[in-house]
């Protein structure tokens, strides 16, 4: 429960009750009432061997919390946490959000995207639109039925045929793969699904690799290149292991379980440097284009 939902349990309480016990108002809650304690709308009184606040104006105290929670006086609870947020506390981060994820996914022909055992013409719409994108509300309605790439950036997500890579359905990751899309990920269990991981080859993208692999096991394989080293030696950046998270991220890398990762780091130890999954264009043409290349057949 965050700070705000705290104090509208508290404070409506008060409101219904017209009174609190010392021990129920917490010193976040004293601070936030003060004003109606300077007023007089509120006062504290001695209450047995304690004390207690009391209210001495009740309609002071509703207009109070009206105003400051707006739907106390709209009234309806809108199915978006985010927007309840803004409703209630006026902040669309207050509550846990409940909003679905989203996947962008391109695909060729031999794609396999199935949504509720129907399969969904991946290939027609990358060819017409560029991507095909649904939101993860029900994770058992949509299936991957065959091997799938899994970026982290938009560039080789909108590029990627240039990686000449063999996968022919690829997914966006957005930066660090969500939660909800790792879990859906790993309830996949057609014996043509596997997915082959192309992260930044920098220490963050090989900590979100690790804990890809941990919850995926044999079904994710990071992708190693078979020119990484020259890659590296071309291309890779010192600002990457600038951050002390970085390098924190890279110590664990170094001990990892999983020997590709063991490999990677010491590519990064060996340049000093990490190296961006964008490189992976560079054999193509994309870097000298404003617009993705027209999907292969």
């Known amino acids: 429960m965050g700070r705000m939902q705290r104090i509208q349990v508290r404070a409506e309480r008060l409101l219904k009750s017209g009174s609190l016990p010392a021990s129920a108002v917490s010193t976040e809650l004293e601070d936030w009432l003060k004003p109606l304690v300077d007023a007089g709308a509120l006062t504290w009184v001695r209450s047995g061997s304690g004390r207690s606040l009391q209210v001495q104006d009740l309609n002071s105290l509703a207009r109070f919390l009206e105003n400051r929670f707006p739907s106390l006086a709209a009234g309806a609870t809108p199915a978006s946490t985010r927007a309840e947020g803004v409703m209630r506390f006026r902040d669309s981060k207050e509550l846990t959000a409940n909003t679905p994820a989203w996947l962008g996914v391109r695909g060729w022909k031999g794609a396999r995207l199935l949504r509720d055992g129907c399969p969904v013409a ?34 080789l997500f909108a590029w990627f045929e240039q990686a000449h890579a063999p996968e022919r359905l690829v997914i966006y990751g957005g930066g660090k793969v969500s939660t909800p899309v790792m879990n859906w990920l790993a309830t996949q269990d057609s014996s043509d699904f596997r997915i082959v991981h192309y992260p930044d080859y920098d ?68 340049h000093a440097g990490g190296l961006e999954q964008e490189v992976l264009l560079s054999k193509g043409d994309a870097a000298d284009s404003d617009q993705p290349p027209a999907p292969r057949s």
């Open 122 to 155: 991946i290939e027609q719409a990358t060819e017409v639109h560029g991507l095909f994108a649904f939101l993860l509300r029900d994770p058992e309605l949509y299936r991957l039925e065959c091997p799938v790439a899994l970026v982290e950036n938009p560039a």
């Open 203 to 270: 220490p963050a993208g090989l900590a979100d690799h690790e804990r890809l692999k941990a919850r995926l096991g044999e079904r994710i394989q990071i992708h190693i290149p078979p020119d990484l080293g020259r890659l590296f030696s071309v291309y890779s950046a010192s600002r990457l292991l600038t951050p002390l998270k970085s390098q924190a991220m890279l110590a664990q890398a170094r001990e990892s379980l999983y020997p590709q990762v063991r490999e990677i780091a010491a590519l990064i130890d060996r």
